[in-house]
């Protein structure tokens, strides 16, 4: 789990066996843990994480703002040997988000203002990336999950614009039905589109939809359990969660 607190960090836990329980392990911190989004482990103590941007926002509101808006490189992919302590920037992509690995000695990061999957090969000796295939897709990518086919899932925004208005006004309606003074209706509330699909990971294959629509909005993660053939869709400022079954 990452923290944006002063100093970023990245928090450890082990899981218990059935996936209901979380057990605190320990606290990352380095210097290279500076704007942290996504972690995806690979071994019992090697991390690969995303860094978003190159500035903080908090430090550099401007900076951070025209980084984000002119699709600057500033995020950074981090490779981390958490025995060690031993940490290393293996590559650069604009707000870098989502990362996962894939079969084959893959790994898969988003790229958010890129709108696009960078697929790399790593490296078995040095954990460094090199990049093989560049998927565009027709959304700004948020994150990425790896189901247990191999099957990539990604999740994220089709307009920028209509996904600021809703997290700036999302609080003004009335979310819960409390009927609070002053709170507008929630059918009055702005809208934010979904876009969820997946990629095989075959050289041929492409992108296929999963979900495209503004019923369940924001979406920003996907994820499949492909023993029960569910699947999910999570969103940033939407309520609940969305669920798919997939057909045989």
Known sequence: ???????????????????????????????????????????????????????KIRDHFLLAKLETYLAYAGGSVVYMDTATGDAKTVARAGFANGVTPLPGGRLAVASTTGAAIYVYDIDAATKGLALSRTLPVPFLVDNLKTDANGVLL??????????????????????????EAGLKPEAERLRSQSWAAEWDGNEEGKLRDLYVGSDYGCSATALRDVKTGWGFILGLYEKGIMQWKDKK
């Open 1 to 55: 789990m990452v923290s944006h607190a002063e100093p970023a960090s990245i928090y450890v836990f082990k899981l218990s066996q059935d996936g209901t329980a979380a057990t605190y392990i320990r606290k990352l911190e380095h210097p290279l843990i500076q704007t942290p989004n996504s972690v995806a482990p690979i071994s019992d103590h090697e991390i690969y994480f995303t860094n978003d941007h190159q500035f």
């Open 154 to 179: 990604a999740a994220g925004h089709p307009f920028a614009p209509a996904l600021e208005a809703v997290a700036t006004t999302n609080r003004d309606y009335d979310l819960d039905g409390s009927g």
